[in-house]
């Protein structure tokens, strides 16, 4: 055979191994773009007129810690709603910080279940880890608690047994309250580290006392404050991981957050009922 002949032949082999290599960099890129989209700078879920401050209306609105939850200030353990405007609260980083606001919501059930958003997610005892946290801890579906160095929401760490959305015995309604620092950050509620509110563009204006945020933030309306950590949603989630099982990907590995925390927790939870 001439070498005009073997030519073509070696430009279209290596035409198709050239195209192979794009498809693959590219599906490689669109699960990196999916796990992108997972982590994100936070997004306002509550807007303006999201849900009704005070009322039973569900969905939209930040709501966090239902009455009753211990927080962690230089004084020892308070229950969130006895704390007040001033009060010392420790963070994580080891500092304690001034409250400038604390939110308040209450939900009543109109019906025979409550709705999904306002269900408490019930994160119990030692369900963390050996003494994390220190008692049953419950918090607002979207409120996130601070996991290996991010930020998740307690509806994505839900395992069914450990976590799992739950009320205590005898209430008849969710009354929620939440912390504003000068900063986003995180604190320790029944020991469990759990992020404080987050400013986001009038978010604040789903609770019953938002008018007074405008007091000690007169630019609350506009404001975003900066997240304490990388915020990791359950979004995409199950689009990476159908790449990651085709063939096209068959070496590749990504951190996925969310799965390695639930993972960990449903270990604790079986090592628990043993």
Not at 65 to 84: A, H, M
Not at 181 to 206: K, Q, Y
């Amino acid at each position: 055979m001439s070498s005009k002949s073997k030519r073509p032949s070696q430009l279209n082999r290596a035409r198709r191994n050239f195209l192979g290599l794009a498809a693959s960099t590219g599906a490689k890129a669109a699960a990196m773009g999916v796990l992108a989209s997972s982590i994100v700078p936070g997004h306002a879920w509550a807007r303006r007129g999201g849900g009704r401050p005070g009322g039973g209306r569900p969905g939209g609105g930040p709501r966090c810690f239902l009455q009753g939850t211990s927080i962690s200030t230089p004084d020892g353990e308070v229950r969130v709603e006895e704390l007040r405007v001033g009060d010392m609260v420790k963070t994580v980083r080891g500092e304690s910080m001034p409250i400038r606001w604390i939110g308040h919501q209450t939900f009543k059930r109109f019906g025979p279940t409550w709705n999904s958003d306002v269900l408490p997610i019930r994160i119990a005892r030692h369900a963390l880890d050996e003494n994390t946290p220190r008692a049953d801890l419950y918090v607002s579906p979207y409120h996130s608690l601070y996991v290996d160095g991010v930020l998740i929401q307690a509806k994505d760490l839900v395992n069914g047994s450990t976590i799992a959305p739950a009320l205590p015995a005898g209430y008849e309604a969710v009354d929620y309250y939440h912390i504003l620092l000068d900063s986003h950050e995180v604190v320790l509620a029944e020991g469990a580290p759990a992020e404080t509110f987050r400013i986001e563009a009038a978010n604040h204006e789903v609770f019953v006392n938002f008018a007074e945020v405008d007091k000690v933030m007169p630019m609350a309306a506009v404001t975003v404050m900066a997240p304490f950590a990388p915020i990791v949603r359950n979004r995409g989630r199950d689009h990476l991981k159908a790449l990651l099982r085709s063939a096209v990907l068959p070496f590749a590995k990504v951190h996925d957050p969310i799965g390695d925390a639930q993972e960990r927790f449903a270990a604790r939870a079986q090592a628990l009922a043993a």
